[in-house]
């Protein structure tokens, strides 16, 4: 399947692997940080929810949502992880687990610029299926903030990208 939107680039240097994500949303900066950092919102299209306090420091647990842990057999459905930034609303940081999202907004004359970066960690399943994961959440985080209906978050498949990112993974 052709993605709907420019494949994230897998970038390596001495820090390890991350994966960098531009997307161009036709919504207001603030709609974007509702979606970005509201459990109710984050339930459409993340695989997890953040509990916690909003606030930078603070020591938050990453849980998988019920459904997305027992169709991917996630055995430890609960992380931990650390709100790193909070600069509402134009930066959030956050590790869950070994792995550090770093989201940035961007006001344009037509919306939002959303970064996103990836700081992969050692103990990952590698860049093309955390990058394949990350573009169908992108995915869905446009649906939800540009037509306030997306479909549900496992109506699709994240792997429809898994060649594209294998593909992408090898040419570094």
Do not use: N
């Not at 949303?25 to 695989?47: H, I, Y």
């Not at 687990?97 to 344009?108: G, I, R, S, Y």
């Not at 050692?122 to 985080?141: I, N, R, S």
């Amino acid at each position: 399947m052709t993605p709907r939107h420019p494949l994230g680039k897998i970038l390596r240097d001495e820090h390890g692997t991350a994966l960098h994500f531009e997307r161009e949303l036709r919504s207001a900066p603030e709609r974007v940080w509702r979606a970005l950092t509201e459990s109710d919102q984050l339930r459409t299209w993340m695989p997890c929810d953040i509990v916690g306090p909003r606030e930078e420091g603070a020591e938050v647990m990453i849980p998988f949502w019920d459904d997305v842990a027992a169709r991917y057999a996630i055995t430890e459905p609960v992380l931990t992880g650390r709100i790193v930034t909070w600069d509402p609303p134009r930066r959030f940081a956050w590790t869950w687990d070994d792995e550090l999202l770093t989201f940035e907004l961007e006001p344009t004359a037509t919306g939002t610029r959303l970064t996103l970066m990836v700081r992969l960690g050692a103990k990952g399943p590698g860049a093309a299926l955390v990058g394949e994961g990350y573009h169908y959440c992108l995915d869905q985080l446009i649906d939800l903030v540009e037509t306030e209906a997306p479909h549900a978050f496992l109506d699709d498949d994240a792997r429809q990208f898994e060649q594209a990112y294998a593909a992408a993974e090898h040419a570094h």
